[in-house]
């Protein structure tokens, strides 16, 4: 499965995700949305949100970081660039999407080429070190990317760093829940590159220790229970693609993988929280 050093690890989940620049074109393709002429920032968006909770999650998340016209927003870890098209888009924000995976972050500024989408800057960086300026933003949002990263005290920190005083942290992500064991700890790190799950009061611990203040966290495992499931069918419909552009092997690896995470979360091991806080 997926082993090796952090970073390869991590990688190499990506390198094979079903959700791909490629599978956003060629689900435009089947939609008949594939004239770059016509496509438009909006025809992207049912296709390139690779986290949970849609649109309105990105919204939920621009709320709580008081994202507005004008806002300087860092997306951190930003994967295809969906939600900081969404800010810019429906927010009036001038984003830079962060995002250390080579081919992901070159897959985000195609699609902002393909849809004319100028508000956007993607920049392939380390969250752990944020090739920033101290105070160069106003809120700093991330959706299910902490996950990822073992340092989550100094990619905080970072995130402290380069807000302007005042600025917000808005972030989601996974959590442990109770009953969780140590060996399914250690299947989540080597299938799908989950390192050092935090507790909702833990990640509060964590954010307060790198700096912030006015720090809500909630409990979102029953509102992603349902999108879970969902997500598993949504794989298993899209077979034939994945198993074109990857093989049977990886979409079977997959699909062991998805559901074993998805049975994690119906026994409540696995849930999760949305965090925001004032920098």
């Known amino acids: 499965m997926l082993q090796g050093i952090p970073g390869r690890c991590v990688s190499e989940f990506y390198d094979h995700h079903p959700i791909s620049e490629a599978g956003v074109l060629a689900a435009l393709a089947r939609r008949g949305r594939d004239d770059p002429a016509l496509l438009t920032v909006d025809d992207l968006f049912e296709f390139d949100q690779d986290h949970y909770g849609g649109l309105a999650a990105v919204d939920a998340l621009a709320r709580r970081a008081g994202v507005g016209a004008g806002s300087?927003?860092?997306d951190v870890c930003a994967g295809l660039g969906g939600p900081a098209r969404f800010l810019s888009r429906r927010r009036g924000a001038r984003v830079v999407a962060l995002e250390l995976h080579?081919?992901?972050?070159?897959?985000?500024a195609r699609l902002n080429?393909?849809?004319n989408e100028r508000r956007v800057a993607v920049v392939r960086g380390d969250a752990l070190r944020l090739p920033f300026g101290s105070g160069a933003f106003d809120a700093c949002l991330s959706q299910e990317a902490l996950l990822h990263i073992a340092d989550k005290p100094a990619v905080l920190r970072e995130c402290h760093r380069v807000l302007t005083p005042g600025g917000r942290?808005?972030?989601t992500d996974w959590v442990a829940r109770?009953?969780?064991g140590d060996r399914e700890r250690e299947r989540l790190w080597e299938w799908m590159a989950a390192t050092t799950l935090q507790t909702l009061e833990s990640y509060r611990a964590l954010i307060g220790h790198a700096g912030f203040s006015a720090i809500d966290a909630e409990d979102l495992s029953e509102e992603w229970r349902p999108i879970l499931r969902r997500r598993l069918e949504m794989y298993r419909a899209l077979r034939g693609d994945t198993i074109a552009r990857?093989?049977?092997q990886r979409y079977?690896?997959?699909?062991q993988l998805y559901t074993f995470f998805v049975g994690l979360v119906e026994d409540g091991k696995v849930g999760g929280g949305?965090?925001?806080a004032t920098g």
């Open 178 to 180: 109770p009953g969780l």
């Open 169 to 171: 942290l808005a972030f």
């Open 72 to 74: 300087r927003v860092l």
């Open 252 to 255: 079977q690896e997959y699909d």
């Open 274 to 276: 949305r965090f925001s």
């Open 246 to 248: 990857l093989g049977e």
């Open 102 to 108: 080579a081919g992901r972050a070159q897959g985000a």
């Open 113 to 115: 080429r393909l849809v």
